[in-house]
Nanobody
């Protein structure tokens, strides 16, 4: 099983990034997919989630209107479009796969995690 994130970078405030996560080794369409982030000294927190068929989505309040999660079940990938980035968005971003929608916000419920990609928002 592999989840491989990419797309992280150093970007100025107000800039945009698109993160990607490529999945392999499991039945991608059976899993809800999420993006979490973890800043130094802080707990891992949910950023956005998308249902296994891409119909249901959830974005936490701090990113609503700026970030958009999407997925492509043919390519077995999940994406996070991040616009109007702020310094407080600086963190390592991880994608995760979980089978129950009720568990999306609980990191302990996850079977699979990627290694993360660093996003730094700074002038």
């Amino acid at each position: 099983v592999q989840l491989v994130e990419s797309g992280g970078a150093l970007v100025q405030p107000g800039g945009s990034l698109r993160l990607s996560c490529a999945a392999s080794g499991f039945t991608f369409k059976d899993y809800h997919m999420t993006w979490f982030r973890q800043a130094p000294g802080k707990e891992r927190e949910l950023v956005a989630a998308i249902g296994n068929f891409g119909i249901s989505t959830r974005h936490v309040d701090s990113v609503k209107g700026r970030f958009t999660i999407s997925r492509d079940n043919v390519k077995k990938s999940v994406y996070l479009q991040m616009n109007n980035l702020k310094p407080e968005d600086t963190a390592v971003y991880y994608c995760g796969a979980v089978t129950r929608w009720s568990d999306i916000a609980s990191p302990k419920s996850y079977e699979y995690w990627g290694l993360g990609t660093q996003v730094t928002v700074s002038s």
